[in-house]
């Protein structure tokens, strides 16, 4: 069997690192070049509290990443999973239950193929009346051409789906059941629709930076070499690739352009500014809201627990006074059932996102996997870069890690 060389220990790498110890890989090694392995999925500590920066969660019982994990002792705290949106209306604002998407006023659900490639092209695909607030909004969160973004950018703003109010959703329904793409960019709230998939989620029982220190634990004990503080140049990574090696790259793509001759694509960097409070919510918890108003900076509110405390992360456009944001989460939350005290804050952070693709980015990614497949074949196992979903980067990853161990797929379900 191969050895397995993982570049990068966020999540990914660590996932990697146990899927290929299942395979039957036993020579195995994580280069982080941070202090301890977790990546963006490792939350801050302080007093005792964890202080995410995010909404990140795992799905029920069925969620393979879910399943790999607890196959390593990881045990999960499931919860009711609970959202909302806050959108524009005619009249005010529209608080949308069970659905965190967009919902704003439309007589009509007719979409047209969108004209190109561009996150402009795909809203333009909509009516004009859902069309307008959308491209306000994506103007507001992102502060860049929506020319040069991809299409798919729409996921991580969660603006793929909107729920045209107004219209008939027994018709829509229908109309979604029957044409791919009006089910692709239009939504009815799950419960108005009798939609069970996600109704039940899970945390990391004792939080995220808990579980990471299982993984680090347990991978130690599965004798997996984790090199923390490593900083492996990809020149030297790729010159250093034996032919009993398989190389995955479970960090950023970056630097491997340059490596392999390929033009680094123009990147479309923002930064968000996160805000946390200790709190008093009588409401659900865990609980999200997203906001499409285009106003305020808040682009979105998650209330969670931990240590027995409920707290409150606001994720911010822009930084934002204490006054105002504290006026801008009422005004949020104020829709949805619950009451609402803020305390002291708790912690604040600036930071780049590199999470919006543009389209730029999408075709050197192409270029840059056709020309590692080129030199390496299967040995080198590119992370899933472009997929936002957790579990779809899951299962592309270890299909490709599989491929490069060299067994087939009846092996792979019996590993």
Known sequence: MKSVKIIGGGLTGILAAFEAHRLGARRISIHERFDRL????????????????????????????????????????????????????????????????????????????????????????????????????????????????????????????????????????????????????????????????????????????????????????LGVSIHPESLVPPRQALAAMSDD?????????????????????????????????????????????????????????YVYESAGQTLITAECVAEAGDADLRAEISRLLAGFEGELQLGQMLATSIKPRWIYHSIDAMQRLTQLRAALADRFGSAFVPAAWEPYAKAEKFALVNARLAAALGLATEQVAAA
């Open 245 to 301: 090696e398989v190389l995955v790259w479970a960090g950023n793509p970056t630097p491997l352009f340059k490596a392999m001759g390929v033009p680094t694509p123009k990147l479309l960097p923002k930064s968000f500014a996160t805000y946390t409070f200790a709190a008093r919510w009588s409401g659900a918890c865990p609980f999200y809201v997203q906001n499409f108003t285009a106003e305020g900076a808040c682009f979105r509110i």
């Open 38 to 221: 977790g990546g963006i999925s490792l939350s801050d500590e302080r007093n005792g509290l964890e202080i995410r920066e995010g909404c990140i969660y795992f799905g029920g019982a069925d969620d393979p990443l879910r399943r790999l994990l607890e196959t390593q002792g990881q045990r999960f705290v499931e919860f009711e999973n609970r959202f909302g949106s806050v959108s524009p209306g005619e009249d005010g604002l529209v608080y949308t239950e069970d659905f965190g998407g967009p919902a704003l006023p439309a007589d009509s659900f007719q979409v047209t193929p969108p004209a190109g490639d561009s996150l402009a092209d795909r809203i333009a695909a909509y009516p004009s009346e859902i069309a307008w607030p959308l491209m306000r909004y994506a103007r507001w969160h992102l502060g860049f051409d929506l020319e040069e973004a991809h299409g798919d950018a729409a996921i991580p703003m969660a603006i793929n789906r909107v729920v045209p109010l107004g219209v008939d959703f027994a018709a829509l329904a229908e109309a979604k059941h029957n044409d791919p793409l009006t089910n692709e960019l239009l939504a009815i709230p799950r419960r108005q629709w009798g939609r069970t998939a996600n109704l039940v989620c899970s945390l990391p029982e004792g939080g995220f930076p808990a579980m990471l220190r299982n993984c680090e634990q347990r991978l130690a004990a």
